[in-house]
């Protein structure tokens, strides 16, 4: 029963090993450099972010309007008997009479039709700058958008990052339990034949078998979950989800780290930083345009209109003009909003300051994450040196009848721990590098 158990768990392992491992030579194969600039580049967040861009352009060119002319067209028809507009459409069509000036023909008049075409044009000739104003707040707030879209893409660069060291480290993972799953093999067999020597009871080779079936089942979760993170990376990168996505282990990082010149360095760099400081803009510029209300307002204008009973019987006329307005009370919703433009520019001075402790905490964290990231690296390498000598050493000791199966068995756990702790804190140097970059603005 348990020699079927495992031979079914071992077919079981063979047919997911190659359902992972086949399509190697059709591959798509990333470095991490690729796998962050596909994300940031070729993928729908990174176009919605560029669509975001555009969309703030076009908000300019609305803004800029301001100083152009409005040129409007109106074509209309009415008909009734209405004393002023019958009064009002003969006047406009020239054809009032001295009978239209009898009091039964003002009050009871038939009905007439009026047809009009008009062409009307308006000019802003001074507005207290609030034209301008328009357009460089709609300019800063493309600006930001602009950061926004660079902040974006590199959260997605991020994003791809994660995906690549998952799948390395699943890499890893399912190797280590490809070699724990040669180990037991190597180490059941050995005790059949001491066991046919009589050196050792069934007791032992259970033992074994069970071991055995635990390292294949790893092997199995390993491979699933492997298969899982190339489909997560290339959705990552924008790729085809059906495409298989392999990827090329990055050199370890050794650049020294000084957490001062790094912090000076993403002062400078990061886009938060400077979007704070757009915002800032924003805000005193809206602070401008609130105080315009509060100014005079000067513009032309001028029709030119025909009218007739029928588009073919139309009368022209024409009629310019020239306005000035001014603000005189509003119901204190003028001083209201200046009011919040003002506590809003303060609002955003005191959360630039805030950004850039901010932005210096996150360096600082992420320099000490890597230093320590850099230290596990090392201990892990060490311990897994010490664990796989320690189980070359209890494996001597059980041939010759000194250690006994707990021993090797515990040996071997010991290895696959070691195992998964120094490629955890490898694949932690590599990430905690990526996001120690992004905080510093490199990206």
Known sequence: MNMRHTRHDWLLGAALTLAVSAPVETQTMVTLEEAMARARTNTPGARALAASVAVADARVTEARSGFFPRLDVTESIQRGNQPVFVFSTLLSQRRFAAANFAVPTLNHPAPETNVRTAVGITQHLYDAGASRLAVRGAELRRDLVTLDQSAGTQDLAVSGARAFVRVL??????????????????????????????????????????????????????????????????????????????????????????????????????????????????????????????????????????????????????????????????GFADQARATAAR??????????????????????????????????????????????????????????????????????EAVLDAEARATAAEMDVILETVTLNRAVGRL
């Open 169 to 330: 480290k699943l890499e890893a993972e399912e190797r280590a339990t490809a070699a724990a799953v040669a180990a037991a093999e190597s180490d059941l067999e050995r005790t059949r034949r001491r066991r046919e020597a009589e050196l050792v009871t069934d007791a032992d080779v259970l033992a074994f078998e069970v071991q055995l079936a635990d390292v294949r089942q790893r092997h199995i979760a390993s491979g699933g979950d492997l298969v899982v993170a190339r489909l997560e990376l290339a959705e990552a990168l924008g790729l085809p989800l059906d495409e298989t996505v392999g990827v090329v282990k990055p050199a370890a990082p050794a650049s020294p780290l000084e957490p001062a010149a790094l912090a000076r360095e993403g002062l400078n760099a990061r886009t938060e930083r400077r979007q704070a400081e757009l915002r800032l803009r924003v805000a005193e510029n809206d602070r401008h345009l609130a105080r315009t209300a509060f100014l005079p307002r000067v513009g032309v204008e001028g029709a030119w209109e025909f009218n007739g009973s029928t588009w073919t019987e139309q009368r022209s006329g024409w009629l310019v003009g020239a306005t000035v307005t001014l603000n005189i009370f509003n």
């Open 343 to 412: 506590q809003a520019e303060s609002r955003a001075a005191a959360e630039r300051e805030q950004v850039e402790r901010r932005i210096e905490v996150e360096i600082r964290a992420a320099v000490a994450r890597v230093t320590a990231a850099r230290a596990r690296e090392a201990a892990g390498r060490a311990a897994l040196s010490q664990a796989r000598e320690s189980q070359r050493i209890v494996r001597d000791r059980y041939d010759v009848g000194v250690a006994t199966v707990t021993d090797v068995l515990r040996a071997a």
